[in-house]
């Protein structure tokens, strides 16, 4: 199995970067692994979408699918 | 219900002046159109601890923005009976006193222009995966945080 590389925006980039790919099955997991991993994380705001739908409930990621890490929306 | 394609409302850089006004000239003749709604957004100089904000930089996750704006232009269409509606909000660096979104709506009355600039700007502000990165004079920055 492959891994899926995750792309981050904002303050989230700033800590996670953005050549990070991680292989894990579902959202919960690669949660719990990307807050080990920056254990910063774990006090910031962020969502996690799913080929760019936001997740709301632990969801399976499938090879190829693309995770996005999305801090709080400050357009406009 | 009218088709609407996706379209791009990035543009590189600050939205100038004189493509708004080009932008109302180009509305002359749609005589159907009877009221137009518009809605700039400018780069605030916010003071933060002693620091002014002197210019923010906008990301975004477009491919995202973009399906998303384009299913907000949809509803919008739906609920309000609009002749057309435009939006354009910059990325990369934005000068404070500069126009970062410019939003324009049109009906044959005011009311529908009306209402649905403003929900469209609200909308904007709280669905589109965007960032701006408020940059202070000594070159320091925060994460901007929508009101």
Sequence with gaps: ?76 | MKEHKTKNIFMQGPISPSFIADSIAKHSTKTEIGAHDIFLGQVRADEVNGQKVKAIEYTAYEEMALEKMHMIREAIFEKYNLTCMHIHHSLGEIAAGEICLFVFTSSAHRKAAIEACNEVVERIKAELPVWGKEIFEDATHQWKVNQ
Aim: charged content about 15%; cysteine-free; glycine content about 6%.
């Design chain 1, 1 to 76: 199995m492959t891994s899926n590389s995750i792309i981050a925006f904002g303050q989230i980039a700033e800590i996670v970067g953005n050549n990070l790919s991680i292989d894990t099955p579902d959202t919960d997991s690669l949660k719990k692994i990307l807050e080990k991993m920056f254990p910063q994380l774990q006090s910031l705001r962020y969502q996690i979408a799913i080929n760019k739908e936001i997740i709301s409930t632990n969801t399976e990621i499938s090879e190829g699918a693309q995770i996005a890490l999305l801090p709080p929306f400050s357009g406009g």
